[in-house]
């Protein structure tokens, strides 16, 4: 094609997804009917509870679920979330804070275009999830890196930001932890909120793993501070990744600045999908079963998972990961999951993709599946690493 070469802005060129290469290897493999275990998978493999699906199906026939929704979402859904942090946390919560978003995701550029401008400096804890350093990137914002691996005992250390030249203009934490599975303890939770008080630095806690958690509960920043922004969503504990429902418990000052972008962004998240919601927060029988599965497989894979692939893996006391150290076996993540995977049919994400630095000689294994997949891996990872060891010595 010919004519004048246009402009492509510098600000899309985002570092590609390479761990994408592994999972289109394992969904082309699974296609072609190849027996594949699924350890890559960052999501649910249960549908949403029950009475959301009921509720789902009878909003169809509602009028108010016809057209768009006001920006910040129903108010019934508003106001059940709100109660939401009364029953979880304890916390009275005005639900004018409450902002529903088009998944947690779109709670990030939210987030981000309306607490920072242009050039702003952002902490982010490496490894972590990788879209938060994308977007940044995408926004025109400067993602700075703030070690939070195992030198640092897998957390994000206030005294690192306090060495830098100047301190940044935001924090993005994420407990528990993609791709750690890392819980930051209550305390150091509230030593963290009150720092960036003190030091005025917007605080922003993706907080989409809480309830899924195996060493007690989790706490909400919110409980420390009233100016971090709070990231939530449906997709994790409530199983529902699909149905793009999130939310955001805002700072008072941000309400509006938010409002008008989410009007400007998506106008609303669907409807019926908001109607529906409002049921999810009932349904802790149904869901905490999946937790007790999660737990029953973290024990399977980590009791039978040989030492020298777990390696010096991060303490993983929430989310579904396992952020495994194979350093012993390889220092090349990417090639040896392609390995795994060639070999065993075991999926895994490389840790590259969550850590531009030491990412090489971690692998992420999703726990979300079933338990009978769980001993499947063990199983076969158990043999791959077995015939890996002789074939080095
Ligand atoms: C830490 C973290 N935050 C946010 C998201 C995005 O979730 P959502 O489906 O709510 O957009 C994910 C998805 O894997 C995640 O791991």
Redesign the pocket.
Known sequence: MTGPTLKIAKRSKMPPFMAMDVMRLAAELDAQGHDIVHLEV??PSSSAPKPVMDALIDSMGQQKSRGYAVALGIIELRQRIAEHYQEWYQIDLDSERVAV????????AISFMSAFDVGDRIAIPNP??P??RNLMLGMGLEPVILPAGAEEGWMPRLQDMENWDRLPDGLMI?SP???TGVVIPDVELKEICEWCDKNGVRLIS?E??HGLSYTGRCETALKYTDNAII??????YFSM?GW???WMILPEQLISAAEKLAQNLYISAPTPNQIASVKAFDCSDELDQHVERYQENRQVLLSGLPSEFLGNAAPCDG?FYIYADISALSDDSIAFAKELLDQTGVATTPGVDFDPINGHRFLRLSFAGSTATMHEAVKRINEFVEAYKKDAA
């Open positions: 960052g999501q978003t088009v998944g947690s995701s779109t709670g990030f972590g999830y879209a938060y994420a932890h993609n791709p993706d989409i793993y990231i939530n969503s449906l997709s994790k990744t793009r429902i999130g989310a």
